[in-house]
């Protein structure tokens, strides 16, 4: 644009401010940054350490109770992206607690939801109708428009990563949101129910999916993944990007537990370095054994149990492991797949 001579360059400023009378704009002037050549994100790497983390929420369970909040959360806010409650540009977390004899009131809403437990046991979820008890390393869904609360019936206090597609329901205007008309709804289903009636490599014959296109199962519980993970890892080598990867499934379809986010849990050999891997969707992960350093594009923290950290779309990542290491993960890769966006590098 150095060249455009003087007249020429006063008359398209004099027509572009013509054509923003008429809320038009020149394409040619936004091409590039509308268009770019590989992903182009304000997510920016990021870890949050759970020790630095944990005073704030603790504090925060004496200033407010969880009824007040209605959910009592911190919300992980990407640096990149501050004010806009959201961990990377498609999906918010936070992490949400709930103290012994404490209930988060019943709501649904369009925006479907994961958790996945960090510390404490013997708090509930319920899922239309359903609970469950939730376990360190349990993952645990909420589907879209169904209604859940939460409790704490325990003697402890439970803490666990929320993760939701609020960005993405929000991209589409399509939000919905109403309050049960109880703070707690009735329990109509013993609690296993889900679990009994599709986790088990069965069906109930002619049964309809109870969530639509949300896995029946929302529970997965981290014993079972974690059985999973050591027995893959006797009869079949590291992959040298995932060591061993696995993604939860709807057992109903085969493909991701949720439409919106695909979650997935993966085992990390002591002293394994992990080849760069890219991949177009911006990834969230929870630490749940182990520890070490990961490398996020040109930046390097040191990871141990309960961290959060955010690696960015198209960033390449690589983990150097000290100890056996579990890693949970959440994406929002079945929409990219869906669309036929998805794409990965390795190396
Ligand atoms: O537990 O329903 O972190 O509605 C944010 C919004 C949790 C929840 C969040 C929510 C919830």
Redesign the pocket.
Known sequence: MASVPHTASNARQDLYRRMDKQNTAPLWEVLHALIPDEPATRCKPYLWKYKDVRPHITEAGKLITAKEAI?R?LVLENPGMRGESCITQSL?A?L?LILPGEI?PS?R?S?S?LRFIVEGSGAYTAVDGERTTMYPGDFII?PSWTF?D?GNPGSEPVVWM?G?DIRIVELFAAQFHEVYPEEVQPVARSEGAATARFGNGLAPLGAAAPFGKTSPIFNYPYARSRESLDLLSRDQEADPCHGWKMQFVNPLTGGHAMPTIAAFIQLLPNGFRSQPYRATDGTIYSVVEGGGRVTIGSESFEFEPRDTLVVPSWVPVSFQTAGETVLFSFSDRPGQEAMGLWRERRG
Do not use: E, M, P, S
């Open positions: 959910r959360v918010y936070g949400q988060a709501h809403h925006q939801a909420t859940h939460h929320d939701l």
